[in-house]
């Protein structure tokens, strides 16, 4: 099971180990525009199975799971052969869009599982009346709806469908009007007061997504139910097209097998259109439309696409003895259209076994292509971070991030103190501030995974902030984010009396930490002293790290700048390997002319460096 990919995620688990009444206290408070019903049974469960990734996970596949076993049920009571309802779970089960669901930690594939029990509860109440199914009904769709708000244009679809049933076919539709209704208002009665204290919320919901015109709602639509979002953007457009064809081919079969068929064909024409409809009217005025707010409308399009393939087996494995034989009488031309007609005939067939190619290349694509990884490198973030801030007191270390992401502290939970910095949209002087209290405070390293976020640090003002009181000393790049170490030199170092030639000399010297640590990183500090011109060649200083062979294991070199000379205190930051045998190291310093093949500049005494401290491996904890 991948990582936690985003931060709804991660929001979700944060949300859900607060307490059952903080939980509709943050609702409200935080305007969360999702019901409860996610976050709670989140709770209860993590309290049985724990807080690993597979376990946060497994909910959505288990709802995911549950959902292709459901549309086999809503195949069967719709009347569609054992054979239709079969290919319709296989292509949800194969869909790369729901197999995304089901492995994102969030409400997604419950909101799908839980309007299609509401719509098989619904069917089976009406084929079969009795108290106990009308009140199952009403009770899965209050779940339903407690999950998801965009459930209600499922609900709405199921009244359109039965009350246009019993309007156009009166009975038995008719006669079940009022338990329709009963149930109808129980489902009220049970969801009002929810929407007297949340209304606000989804009346104010500035949207998460964009406001596409009609047709682009309808590619995107199509395309992502067809076979998902890792393809490229051509591509999902010509499965559109190619999926649209099958609706309509599906469409015109029901059509015409009889009035079961038509009454069938009408629920899921409003259970899929009906949605993305009034999604796409509601993103007129805001950017609502986003396509994973549309789940809860995908099994209609599978199971329109089942039926449009209803019998091109049958007639692919006649397909010799359907072939015309040569008639003199009529000719070639109409042997040709005779042809034509059985092609037209498996065409479906030929369309959906391309929408399962393009859905098979996409899920290879989900799965092996790391541009599509759910991980995004979260685990080889927060490893490096621990390095980084190792070998120093957790209060004297703070890990920031430039964007409040909780995904990051789901995998980060050391004992370093981790804060966002800026601490609200675009504040400037409150970063500045908090910076400046860090300084003062005894702060010596701030690690900061950097990420676009235009909605917060637009202007880099974390980074401006950090440089204003610290030094860069390193800056490493993890996955898809560069990682700056920030580090603030000590006021004084420790003396040193090493001299090199022309004068010029090492006058102190300092390491953070003075401990080995792999995929760490080394803060050096050294301070020059001597006339400028006791290094007329451009010499440049290298600081390196040795085994206890003498081999170089890390290192960083610069040109000696005049800058560095009297007392200004000059920073050098060295990354080390992941990878390093428990040995003994040193830390050395040296001068060299780049020009002369690296000739290093001898010291007074006679050595080509200047070795400045031991480095010992960390003590392993009590």
């Not at 209050?142 to 049933?165: D, E, M, R």
């Not at 292509?369 to 971070?385: E, M, N, Q, V, Y």
């Not at 949209?425 to 390293?445: L, N, T």
Request: proline share 7%.
């Amino acid at each position: 099971m991948v990582g936690l990919r985003r931060g709804d995620e991660a929001f979700g688990y944060f949300f859900s180990l607060r307490s059952v009444p903080d939980i509709f206290r943050g609702t409200l408070a935080l305007r969360e525009p999702h019901p409860i019903a996610s976050y709670l049974l989140e709770k209860l469960w993590i309290a049985c199975a724990g807080y690993s990734e597979f376990a946060l996970r497994f909910l959505s596949v288990w709802f995911g799971v549950a959902a292709v076993a459901l549309l086999y049920r809503l195949a069967r009571r719709l009347g569609l052969s054992s054979p239709s309802a079969i290919l319709a779970a296989a292509l949800l089960s194969a869909s790369p869009y729901a197999v995304w669901h089901s492995q994102d930690a969030r409400m997604y594939s419950i909101s799908l599982a839980l309007t299609l029990a509401s719509t098989c509860l619904a069917l089976e109440a009406v084929a079969r009346p009795r108290l106990s199914r009308w009140l199952a009904y009403a009770g899965v769709s209050w779940l339903a709806l407690n999950t998801h708000y965009f459930v209600a244009f499922v609900l709405l679809a199921q009244n359109a469908w039965f009350l246009g049933q019993a309007v156009l076919r009166r009975q038995p539709y008719r006669r079940l009007v009022p338990s329709w209704l009963a149930a109808q208002l129980l489902l009220a009665l049970l969801y009002t007061p929810w929407l007297l204290v949340a209304g606000s919320i989804i009346a104010g919901y500035g949207g998460n997504g964009d406001s596409p015109g009609f047709g682009e709602m309808l590619r995107r639509s199509l395309g992502v139910f067809a076979i998902g979002e890792t393809l490229p953007d051509a591509l999902r457009t010509l499965a559109a097209l190619a999926a649209g064809a099958l609706l309509i081919c599906g469409g015109v079969r029901l059509a015409r097998s009889g009035q079961s068929g038509r009454s069938t064909l009408a629920l899921l024409l409003l259970y899929l259109f009906l949605p993305l409809l009034a999604i796409w009217v509601g993103a007129r005025s805001r950017p609502i439309f986003n396509e994973r707010y549309l789940i809860a409308a995908a099994p209609p399009f599978y199971l329109l696409l089942a039926v449009s393939c209803a019998g091109v087996w049958h007639r692919w494995a006649n397909w010799p003895a359907r072939l015309p034989t040569p008639d003199p009488a009529h000719g070639r031309a109409s042997a040709q259209l005779a042809g034509a007609r059985a092609l037209l005939a498996i065409a479906p067939g030929i369309l959906l076994v391309a929408l399962f190619v393009g859905a098979g290349l996409s899920l290879f694509h989900f799965y092996a292509d790391p541009t599509f990884s759910k991980s995004r490198g979260w685990r080889d973030l927060a490893s490096t971070l621990r390095s980084a801030a190792a070998g120093l007191p957790a209060d004297q270390v703070r890990v920031v991030q430039n964007y409040p992401d909780p995904t990051l502290w789901y995998y980060y939970s050391e004992a370093a103190l981790r804060l966002t910095l800026p601490p609200a949209p675009h504040d400037e002087s409150a970063a500045q501030r908090m910076v400046a209290e860090w300084a003062a405070g005894g702060v010596r390293r701030v690690i900061l995974p950097l990420q676009p976020a235009s909605s917060w640090d637009e202007h880099m003002i974390a980074a401006n902030a950090l440089q204003a009181h610290y030094r860069l000393a390193a800056h490493i790049q993890v996955a898809g984010w560069p990682v700056q170490i920030y580090v603030r030199p000590p006021e004084r170092l420790p003396k040193r009396a090493e001299t090199f030639a022309g004068g010029l000399k090492l006058a102190g010297a300092a390491v953070e930490p003075e401990v080995i640590v792999p995929g760490g990183v080394l803060a050096v500090y050294l301070r020059w002293d001597g006339s400028e011109a006791a290094l007329p060649e451009g010499e440049k200083v290298t600081v390196q790290v040795l085994d206890a062979g003498g081999q170089v294991v890390a290192q960083t070199d610069r040109p000696f700048a005049p800058v560095e000379n009297g007392a200004t205190i000059s920073t050098y930051g060295i990354a080390l390997p992941h990878e390093l045998p428990r040995s003994a190291y040193r830390l050395i310093v040296a001068l060299y002319d780049p020009d002369r093949a690296g000739a290093r500049l001898p010291t007074a005494d006679g050595t080509d460096f200047v070795e400045l401290a031991p480095l010992t491996w960390p003590l392993p904890p009590d």
